[in-house]
């Protein structure tokens, strides 16, 4: 198995077995407890690799069009690596390996007729920090960045596609969870590796970001015009959430939850090759109209 590139610095983390009041877990109110009062008596130190920042990622590869006037979109499978993100056990599923599907599907949609260019974040199994993410699409200079993910619930019930585009303020306490969720994936075994000098949480909303965000949510609603006929949405289809991901101050950008995981009738179709192939088709729809509406504006 080859390791990706990413994976090439080593830390060594040192680990301390957790210290138990009186030798012995206190069992309080059915759950364990850990003292926190006596020192460690040993200590042990292994050796893991660790992601290194993101300022020199080689930039993948684009395919479609040679030209660079042709739009250029960026999609985003979400996860990768170590983190699989959600997963459906009964099924065997994981969301790293339906967002890599669905990415590719999309891609190979989006570059039949020639006219946009695409680039994936990844096209393997490997694992990428949030904000390297939209960092490649920034770099790349991408006139639109969509990250793919499958959603999760606890009940088999839940179902649906939902768009989400960023706000510092959650649109209601689901989407602050998805946030809180999604955001998790650069956190390994309690280390943040997207954590970059408070630039993240703190980043100002500027008025290129302002214009950016109005471009997200202009595209989060012909997403769901154009994809209606091929993904079932949720309800409330389009969402807003502090997403890590989607804080790129030029580039507009949307989060898809392409339905649950979690729920056998989505899992179903985003399982099978046609079943994203239909997914796929309905975003490749609403990318399409969303570049020829900017050209007829220009
Ligand atoms: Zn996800």
């Known amino acids: 198995m080859l390791l990706p590139a990413l994976f090439a610095t080593a830390h060594t983390i040192e680990l301390q ?5 009186g030798g012995a877990p206190a069992v309080v109110g059915g759950g364990l407890t850990q003292g926190f009062t006596k020192p460690p008596k040993r200590q042990h130190s292994i050796t893991v690799s660790i992601p290194t920042r993101a300022d020199g990622i080689k930039l993948p590869p684009i395919s479609g069009p ?19 993100g959600a997963v459906n056990t009964a099924k065997g599923y994981s969301e790293k390996d339906i967002t890599l599907a669905l990415a590719k599907a999309l891609r190979d949609r989006l570059t039949k007729d020639g006219r946009l260019r695409v680039a994936l974040t990844r096209d393997d199994d490997r694992y990428l920090v949030l904000q390297e993410r939209s960092d490649i699409a920034r770099r ?11 959603d ?51 980043i100002l909303i500027d008025l290129s970001q302002r214009e950016s965000m109005a471009h997200s ?20 289809y389009h969402r807003f959430a502090s997403l890590v991901v989607l ?22 179709k985003l399982g099978s090759a046609a079943g994203r192939d239909k997914i796929a088709q309905g975003v490749a729809k609403a990318i399409e109209v969303y570049f020829a509406k900017q050209m007829a504006r220009n």
């Open 247 to 268: 804080k790129s101050p030029d580039t507009p950008s949307v989060l898809f939850e392409a339905g649950y995981i979690t729920s056998a009738t989505d899992a179903a």
């Open 140 to 150: 790349m200079g991408a006139d639109l960045f969509i990250s793919l993910h499958a």
């Open 66 to 84: 040679k030209d660079p006037a042709r739009p250029l979109i960026v999609i985003d499978p979400g996860h990768g690596g170590h983190d699989p």
């Open 217 to 236: 949510t202009d595209f989060a609603k012909l997403l769901y015009r154009e994809a209606a006929p091929y993904v079932r949405f949720r309800p409330t």
């Open 152 to 202: 999760a619930a606890e009940s088999d019930a839940a179902h649906g596609a939902t768009i989400y585009t960023l706000s510092e303020t959650a649109s209601d306490r689901e989407a602050a969870r998805l946030a809180a969720r999604e955001n998790k994936a650069d956190i390994l075994n309690g280390i943040n590796l997207g954590e970059q000098s408070g630039s993240v949480s703190s």
């Open 17 to 21: 077995p957790i210290p138990q009041a």
